[in-house]
């Protein structure tokens, strides 16, 4: 079983900064590990939808954001720590939410939705004062 969990969370001032990491461990029945899985972030503010936030394919070729946090925030991954990052900078109030890691189910492509992921972690909390 794969398993993920998320950490660095935290409360901030708008236009500071946070790295959130994901660790993950286990494996599926398939044997799938961490380096075989394509990552993404997601979160989900109170009484709003998950909402994608950014992704990572499973060698770093490849990353999609969110409009909302295009050139604010970078997804980035370490296979041999099986660990996924996400770097939070000149946060805004309106990215107050849970933020979770999720890990894909194979389809083949870098995808957005939440339906394409399979794991997910436990989430963790970040909350961005004005």
């Known amino acids: 079983q794969v398993q993920l969990v998320e950490s660095g969370g935290g409360l901030v001032q708008a236009g500071e900064s946070l790295r959130l990491s994901c660790a993950a461990s286990?494996?599926?029945?398939?044997?799938?590990?961490?380096?075989?899985?394509?990552m993404g972030w997601f979160r989900q503010a109170p009484g709003k939808e998950r909402e994608f936030v950014a992704a990572?394919?499973?060698?770093?070729?490849?990353?999609r954001y969110a409009d909302s946090v295009k050139g604010r925030f970078t997804i980035s991954r370490d296979n041999a720590k099986n660990t996924v990052y996400l770097q939070m900078n000149s946060l805004k109030p309106e990215d107050t939410a849970a933020y979770y890691c999720?890990?894909?189910?194979?389809?083949?492509?870098?995808?957005?939705?939440?339906?394409?992921?399979?794991?997910w972690g436990q989430g963790t909390q970040v909350t961005v004062s004005s």
């Open positions: 999720a890990a894909d189910r194979g389809t083949g492509t870098l995808d957005v939705t939440r339906g394409a992921y399979d794991y």
């Open positions: 286990g494996r599926t029945s398939t044997g799938r590990t961490f380096s075989s899985f394509d």
């Open positions: 990572i394919s499973r060698y770093s070729g490849s990353t």
